[in-house]
């Protein structure tokens, strides 16, 4: 903003200097805050802040701030003084007005000012009104206007542009109120859909109203007051002590700000509160060199489309995107920062769906970033777009501004999956159930550990491209604390591309690498300790009645095969495959190991051997009730057949705690002895219910 210079005719003897009135009219939306009051121009666009002075000059802090259109000065209430405070354009206090007719030592918050008239409300009072064209002597009185409102939580008012009447929102109930400038009646216009202490209010010459909320910085704004629908419009600074003021009947002014590319469905152009950023700093941004400013989105310009570089450099590269394949991202950026990210995989024209935030809050670090995004398999074929947002901001929307950072749109193709799918099974989970008291019997519960999971192999032609495992934890009835790991016999480790595998844990990204070291075989560790990672709420998770909750452990791997592997898919492992449990690292079990051997005690399936690296699991073969034959294949069972793990085709009502399986399952004895009656003791007509976890 241009500033006058301060003429030295205004220079008093105490040094203090004279401020002249702003042009008429200025654009800015200023921001008081602070004690001693600091004032900064805010960017309504992107909620960037320019600090146009750290202090006015005096004591307290300065609130109930209004534009007056009259004389071109700023008027504020000192709160310490209780004396007005009039700013001009070198911000600093000009004048001190002595105000008579309020109550003794009442202290104003809320306020503005229209064609010399200064409005100032305190609940519990009503609204006064000060003719600031009458001050004589320094001194100006305020009058409370008959029948004036006094029960509402405002915390900042405005003058509307064109129906000279004041609005602002109560607090408590998110409602906006018309207020007669006259009677002082306050009406409901609607409810706003938003809450909390909103300490500035602005108009802009449109009459779309913004409301700053003082908790997190977030800039709202009405665009129709008589029908108040807030919508957030930019991420600004959160702060106390909070006070906005604005000429009404300026336009908002869009500068120095970059806009995305894509078309305009999508939220991108500045009328339809388009995805947007603030240049000042030029800190953040993706790519080689920072954006480049825009008075407006030019939609479907992206440098993919043209391939002119209307973005100050292409920051982000999309590898190749296929139905149910990962594909990988490259981001370069010059400091830490934050992305949000969205796809349109439904292809209709917005990121609003539920799944279509594909990066949330994501922390990318100065230098080269590579992410990888699991393309949903029930996407939408075709031509699509995706928007990229990095800014110093946590949490941004696909739309509204941010006040600094970039936003780049690109487009996509979503290709077809032209490969072949096996699914095992074919629909739903596959549920294992283990006693890990191996090798001992115990309570046979078989609920030490209850995990649920499905497998599909993507295959291109002959060979597997791609495994997809995904599951959750049913239930822990375990002392013990264990791991739960699925082991490929046949598949060699180092056929998988683990710059490439992306797993996920209760949905959230991980940064460990689930492919185990030191295995000839591919056996992918979910969790090393599922104890912990389910965060129970009691022992015993999921196998009492006193310690119900919901399944709260989800995991979910993929794993590419190299290009420069050959995997026939004749060559995989058959289902159910290997799923095991193992002692958590550094565990003890008294009787059993000590805390170094822990990695080495597995519990598989029947008939599954050990891993490499279930190097201990050896020593407990034919100890207790375990009657493993290694010579004839056959592990972890008892010598009446009783296997210690148990899996099934679908799901199952597990046993309560310490509920004997063969007494929940009476058919299940008949099962393992005979190998072809009741194959379907699993089945909810053939348990015992009251002996079910669940099932009462």
């Known amino acids: 903003m241009y500033r006058y210079p301060i003429p030295i005719m205004l220079l008093l003897a105490s040094g203090t200097a004279f401020s002249a009135p702003f042009t008429s009219c200025p654009s800015e939306a200023f921001l008081f805050q602070g004690s001693p009051t600091a004032i900064y121009s805010v960017d309504l666009s992107t909620g960037s802040l320019t600090t146009l002075t750290a202090d006015v000059g005096e004591a307290g802090n300065i609130n109930a701030v209004g534009f007056n259109d009259s004389d071109d000065y700023l008027y504020g209430f000192n709160l310490s003084s209780k004396t007005i405070k009039k700013v001009g354009n070198a911000y600093t206090v000009e004048e001190t007005i002595t105000v008579t007719g309020l109550p003794a030592s009442l202290t104003f918050f809320v306020g503005d000012v229209q064609n010399d008239i200064y409005y100032i409300y305190r609940k519990g009072y009503g609204i006064y009104t000060i003719d600031l064209s009458t001050v004589a002597g320094g001194t100006v009185a305020a009058n409370l206007i008959g029948g004036s409102v006094s029960n509402r939580n405002f915390t900042d008012i405005a003058m ?44 802009g010459s449109t009459g779309d109203m913004f409301i700053a909320r003082n908790s997190d910085g977030k800039i709202f704004r009405i665009a129709d007051v008589a029908a108040p629908t807030a919508v957030l419009f930019a991420v600004g600074s959160s702060a106390r002590q909070n006070d906005g003021a604005r000429c009404p009947t300026a336009v908002i002014p869009v500068t120095n700000t970059d806009f995305g590319d894509s078309p305009d469905t999508y939220g991108t152009l500045f009328a339809s509160n388009g995805a947007r950023h603030n240049l000042t700093g030029g800190a953040l941004y993706m790519g080689a060199a920072n954006a480049d400013a825009e008075a407006d989105a030019l939609v479907g310009s992206s440098d993919d489309v043209t391939n002119v570089d209307d973005e100050g450099g292409d920051g982000v590269s999309i590898s190749t995107v296929t139905l149910g394949q990962i594909s990988m991202v490259s981001i370069t950026v010059p400091a830490n920062g934050y992305l949000n990210a969205w796809a349109d995989w439904n292809i209709d024209g917005d990121f609003n769906d539920a799944d279509e935030q594909i990066f949330g809050a994501k922390l990318l670090t100065a230098g080269a970033n590579t992410l990888k995004v699991k393309v949903p398999s029930n996407a939408r074929q075709g031509a699509s777009w995706t928007r990229w947002r990095f800014s110093s901001e946590r949490a941004l929307g696909p739309t509204g501004g941010a006040p600094d950072g970039e936003v780049e749109d690109h487009p996509i193709t979503i290709n077809p999956e032209v490969n072949n799918e096996y699914q095992y099974p074919p629909v739903g989970y596959f549920t294992a159930g283990f006693e890990d008291a191996w090798p001992n019997l115990f309570d046979y519960d078989v609920n030490d550990m209850v995990v649920s999971y499905k497998v599909k192999v993507t295959a291109q032609g002959a060979n597997v491209q791609q495994i997809h495992i995904e599951g959750y934890v049913n239930a822990i009835g375990a002392y013990y604390e264990n791991g739960i790991a699925l082991h490929f016999p046949g598949l060699a480790r180092g056929d998988i591309e683990e710059a490439n595998i992306l797993f996920t844990k209760k949905g959230v990204e991980q940064t460990t690498n689930p492919l185990e070291v030191g295995q000839t075989n591919a056996v992918i560790v979910f969790s090393e300790n599922a104890k912990s990672d389910t965060n129970a709420i009691c022992p015993f998770y999921r196998t009492r009645n006193d310690c119900q909750q919901d399944n709260t452990l989800s995991f979910e791997v993929t794993l590419p095969i190299k290009s420069t592997s050959t995997v026939p898919v004749t ?126």
């Open 160 to 203: 509307h542009p064109s129906d000279n009447t004041l609005y602002g929102i109560d607090n408590r109930n998110g409602k906006l109120y018309a207020i007669n400038k006259t009677t002082g009646v306050a009406t409901s216009t609607g409810n706003t859909g938003v809450k909390g202490t909103f300490g500035a209010a602005y108009f």
């Open 571 to 696: 060559s995989m492992p058959s289902a159910p495959y290997d799923i095991f449990i193992f002692a958590s690292p550094n565990t003890a079990r008294s009787g059993y190991f000590n805390a170094s051997q822990s990695r080495g005690f597995e519990i598989h399936l029947e008939d599954y051997p050990p891993t490499d690296l279930g190097t201990l699991s050896s020593s407990f073969f034919n100890t207790g009730d375990d009657a493993s034959d290694v010579g004839e294949g056959l592990y972890y069972r008892t010598s009446n057949n009783l296997p210690f793990g148990v899996v099934v085709n679908g799901t199952w009502g597990h046993p309560k705690e310490h509920i004997d399986l063969t007494v929940a399952y009476p058919n299940f004895s008949s099962f393992v002895t005979t190998g072809d009656e009741h194959p379907d003791w699993y089945i909810d007509a053939k348990r015992v219910s009251a002996q079910i976890y669940g099932a009462e």
